[in-house]
């Protein structure tokens, strides 16, 4: 079982950056592929990103292409997301998962195992 706790979200202008961390409990964390997904108020929790086991894989949603990166440390068990270019509506509770599925990281939410608290982001205009 893997315990995740997300940290790092904070008000921001529009135009900045922030970076989240997560931090996982466990020896096995080399053993899942990561994610990170938000909610925004009103709306279905969306993918964001990814990260394979080794970190030779990341997927992006189109929406967040180019201006957030994905990274993991598996000796720190750690998985983080900095986001730039910030964007009003990138306004959300952002949620760091785990995927034990054998192949590539997965892009819906039914593909993850284990789930952090989330971290609220905001983004002033």
């Known amino acids: 079982q893997v315990q995740l706790v997300e940290s790092g979200g904070g008000l921001v202008q529009a135009g900045g950056s922030l970076r989240l961390s997560c931090a996982a409990s466990?020896?096995?964390?080399?053993?899942?592929?990561m994610g990170w997904f938000r909610q925004a108020p009103g709306k279905e929790r969306e993918f964001v990103g990814a990260?394979?086991?080794?970190?030779?894989?990341?997927k992006y949603a189109d929406s967040v292409k180019g201006r957030f990166t994905i990274s993991r440390d598996n000796a720190k068990n750690t998985v983080s997301l900095q986001m730039s270019s910030l964007k009003p509506e990138d306004t959300a509770a952002y949620y760091c998962a785990a995927d034990s599925t054998p192949l590539v990281p997965g892009t819906r939410l039914d593909e993850y195992d284990y789930w952090g608290q989330g971290t609220q982001v905001t983004v002033s205009s």
């Open positions: 466990g020896r096995t964390f080399s053993r899942y592929h």
């Open positions: 990260i394979s086991r080794s970190a030779s894989t990341t």
